[in-house]
């Protein structure tokens, strides 16, 4: 990664983060909905993996030919992910952008996928549905509140309502899948727009 921006050089994510992935292993395993995603009938276009980590499945994707921007407020997350990318040589293909989610925003024209796992903010998600091509598709895991039984801090914003995240979509898409993930806390989504 090139220099930490200024902006987020004192960010308590960033910090956050950054210390978690500390210890954790190099790259993290490709998500099965990012598996299930990928081997959809998606438009030509890229894709979007927000909140990326260091992510086995914007590599899977770099993998397929398609071009990957993945965006992460952990430098250290995405230092993993450009090392392991150069490995395979698919460097050329992702993307890395160091940005608090709260502010960064899509570039036009979109995205044949926009995945996220493990992060949730509602104008995120909205903006996310929003940077959809036609034809392209929608997945997305986090915490649901039944996480807060087990995680009594997890903060209620981190945390999907009944309904949600499909309740949130805008009109045009298709819901494949929501459901919640037994024994995690997790609800996740794959939905399609059409085309
Ligand atoms: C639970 S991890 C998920 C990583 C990966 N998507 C996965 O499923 O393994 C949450 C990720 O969100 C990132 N993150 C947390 N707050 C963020 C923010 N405000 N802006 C951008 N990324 C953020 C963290 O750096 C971390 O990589």
Known sequence: MEDVPPDLAGHPDRLRWNAKYGDA???????P????????DLPDGGVLDLASGPSGGALLAAGTGRSVTAVDISDLALGRLAAEAGRRGLGSL??????????WRPDPPGYA?????GFWDRAVFERAARAVLDGGALAWEAFSEDARRDRPGLPAEWCLRAGEPASLLPRG??????????ATGKRRLLTRHAT
């Open 173 to 182: 898409f298709t819901v494949l899948q929501q459901a919640d993930v037994p």
């Open 94 to 103: 992702i993307t890395l952008v160091q940005a608090d989610l709260g502010l």
């Open 113 to 117: 996928l926009v995945l996220c796992t």
């Open 33 to 40: 909905l990012a598996e299930r995603a990928l081997a959809l």
């Open 25 to 31: 292993p190099a790259l993290s395993p490709v998500h």
